[in-house]
């Protein structure tokens, strides 16, 4: 028996009730429900089915005849898609606009005109379509306001409700749902939508944001008058009653009831240049949150090194014919190059491969085996007598013993032939990669560490430090322990790695996953002699670990490493926030350091934009919480909108009108409703950023400094002090205090860039003429950073502009793997391309320092580079054999010659000059207009002579 | 609000291998002339569809139709119209199929293909954890995937997440 579920005063109930009533189907009826359904109404066609799309629901109860299905369908659909959405949307929003109402009453008279001379929607008797429609209407038609609003001029409509309403069929049906006061309209559609969880979306949109839900790119610019108050009260303050921060001593050391902060990254593998996923990944993560720790003046230590041990550094050593040393000292000082590039700020960055990481290594494996953790077993495996070594999965080939597969040259771990997993000890007529020689199966025996028997002691910890990871570690920790832990093998035949310690094994040596972690303890070993204050710290002292990796190194960091130190016993200190990445892709694909696709990071250097620019697009694309993807023309977009446009813009305004108005001097302030109220705004941003940075949402942090950036422009452009300094005393006073409250945030800018962007934040305070100062993560609040009469620095662009064709060709250069590029630039080709970028970028840099009127001891040596530039771009352009001497750029069908050209770049330049002038003293725009015209015409005219010049050669090329 | 776009109706046509005529949305209404006939709205084009297909998948009772009817209604107003709230769209529809094979019966429907190339778009851009939150929704589309001439040029979404058990292997 079919049951219909509902609830009183929801139109959807109603139609369902009618249907019924209509029918012959006579179902029970519930409208007092109490369990909470996730829809409401819904026909229980049987125990375990329930109709809850109420047009579904009534189609079933009361079928369309043939003839008119289609028909029927058209006017239901109408109802559910259009009728019902525009009603709800018009009538549950807390805004109401014109433009809903509209739509409300242009549907409904649509409607009207199909009811024209009719008693129904459809042929000559009552159809689910007037069920539909009827009840959806009902109680806009009820309520007096509403019926006089919408349905004065709906004539037709008019008349059919009220024939409708008399059927006795719906006269019960009202009754049921409606009792006696009908009179509900809104209500009524505030029902149905909540009942149906239907256009939940829409309504929300036209709720007024909460502050925390906020769009971050469109921040709310209400503030309440407790925020303004804090504001207020935070200015009166001097940056003189904040705490000073802290000297960074030589060694870092914990200190009880300070807070000790402990950062590790990752231990990059040294057998390959990293690329850029690995550096957002670890070391950059891991550098802002150690830079934002000591902002905090937190005792902050912060170390990372080289993973050197293991079978894959062996096989690169093969690769390059160098002894296995040899291959870590190069890799190491490449890795230890890009770090330095990429300002990464480690209190020491170490390797693997120090004696301190032997000597750790095995008694940490010695008290392991002590606490019976650790059991041995035998292990067959594959043995080359000639090369007296047993071999590594990677070293032997043969045969693929897959059936059906005839492929000869299986590797051990996998076959490229049919690309299965292979066995090493099952590939037939095996043979040492090395030698030729057939290897023989030997049994040897191999020690595995215990982790089932660790396991609860595990299992206790990571309830207590899990709250603390990101969530995906969280999620592959618990995946892990769900699926139950295995014994795991812990050393390997090899002779690249740390011995293990006892008579019977020495000649094995322990596997790169067991040595790996534990060169965390011996590079702080390394770094200070007293590294047990960090590793095993006083009961008095609380060190907080934090470790940055990507996704892929969490099952080491949530469940080997910590097995290994509480299976120890010593009081060792566990880590207590695991900060895992997801992936960074390549414009569309993957990253991979073994193909050698994407960009590594010694071609960041070489791209000539600035490390900055690419800390920053990095972290602004950081692989949080899904995978995420680096593009070049994205990395040229945010270059130019956020740095450049927005950030750069409002630091670079406020400290020109400093300079010119106020000969650097920040001016007197009176503060007034408006700036407490931008302070107000700044300082809920700032909240936003210091409790985005505790958690380690760097990601978060750097929309917040945008944000900040985002307000300062707005309340400049508000304020227009440009206008204001020429009018009278009150005026003037008037722009002061906005220039000078500017001048102060961008104070706060630059202490908030210095962990995401170091040498900009730098160069800032340069420009500021002012220290970073110290953030107080529990309660941030804007003080007077810069008193009136604060003298500032000489002010300069922070940024530069990146052309997209540069991200074109930036893009088509690093196409393909590291390989292809590398054959591609025998041809020097590229190189020219590649110094034409050079020297364009140079020119600006040049042209810009210039303009802003720096001192010639700071051009100079650019202006240098200049030049050298240009020279290598003549040899360049020499030996390869163009005709380019021959042909004369055109310009208008004339032909330009060299220095007709030069003199064309100087007009340029200098016009350049007469408009930024202009557009910086805030003259009105129809002073600067003409200027710019004329700019224009002049690049132009350049642009025809160069580009002809240039692109000659390559279209050429193109058609052959 | 997003609206429906011709698309869908392509890649109906397409799976059901019949010519699909002229589509045309005007006020969030559609249309679809072929063969001189007009038929008008999704649902009614749809079934149109299934009507001229030779595939056998037309409902087998009244009570199979109102079913259809209600997963391609519930598809239009909260996948396609309703796609700012799509994580409680998300766990509601995971609640749905948490007992079901397909969306109708225990059979293939057509209601089974309009979700898929609903959902097929936005299940790409879904982070493995969310794949796993809405591990129902996850079979179930996983499952319909492996059709190739549903699938037409769409490429087989991953839903492996066992990624973990290489990386450390039990024994060497």
Redesign the interface.
Known sequence: MALITGNENNPATLKIILANNFSKAKCAVNLKPNESKNYLPFLSVNANLDLFIPNAAIWYLLPPEPTYSDATSEFLEFESLTLTPTLIHGLCGNTKHDKTKNNISFILEKLDVKLQEKLFFIGESVTVADIAVFSTLYPLYKSKKLNEEYLKNCANILKWVENFEKLPEVKDGISVIFGEKVNVGETSYQILMQSAKYTNAQFEQIKPAQANTVDKDSPTTEVTQAELEAAQNAWSKSVLELPKLKKIEKVVLPKSGEKNIFITSALPYVNNVPHLGNIIGCVLSADVYARYSRLCNNNTLFICGTDEYGTATETKALEEGLSCQAICDKYFKIHSDIYNWFNISFDHFGRTSNPEQTELAQDLFLQLNDNGFMFTQSVEQLHCEKCDRYLADRFVEGGCPNIGCNYEDARGDQCDGCGKLVNAIELKNPRCKICGKTPKLKTSSQFFIDLPKLEPLLRHWIKISSPGWSHNADVIAKAWLKEGLKPRCITRDLKWGVPVPLEAYKNKVFYVWFDAPIGYISISKAYTKEFEQWWRPKPDTKVTLYQFMAKDNVPFHAVLFPSMLLGANKGYTTVSHIMATEYLNYEDGKFSKSRGVGVFGNDARETGIPSDVWRFYLLYVRPESQDSSFSWSDLVTKNNSELLNNLGNFVNRALVFAKNSFNKIIPKMALENDDYQLLALCTRELKGYTAALEQAKLKDGIRHILSISRHGNQYMQQNQPWVKLKGDEKDKLRAGTVIGVSCNIACLLATLLQPYMPDTSSNLKKQLNCEDFVLNAENPVIVNLLPAGHQLGEPSPLFTKIEPTQADDLKKRFAGTQEDRNNKNSSNNQDIAVLEAQVAQQGDKVRSLKSSGVDKAIWQPEVKILLELKGKLEAAKKVKPTPQSEQKPVVNGLTLSAEEIKKLEESVAQQGLVVRKLKEGGAEKSVWQPEVDKLLTLKNKLAVATGSAAQAPKGKKGKK | ?ASISVDYFNNLAKFLKIPLGKISIKD??CIRTHDNKT??????II?SLLKESKLCLKPNN??D???M??WL??T???LI?????LH?TFK?LN?HLETKTYLVNEQFSIADAFLYYVLVKIMINL?P??K?KYIHVSRWFDNVQQDSTLRQSNNLINFN?NY??T??P???
């Open positions: 609000m969030n209404v038929t008008i709205g999704v649902i009614n079934f009244h009570l139709e109102a079913q009817r209600q209604e519930y239009i107003i909260y119209h309703n796609n700012q709230n409680s509601d609640e982070s954890l969310d796993e997440t973990l058990a990386l450390v039990a024994k060497h």
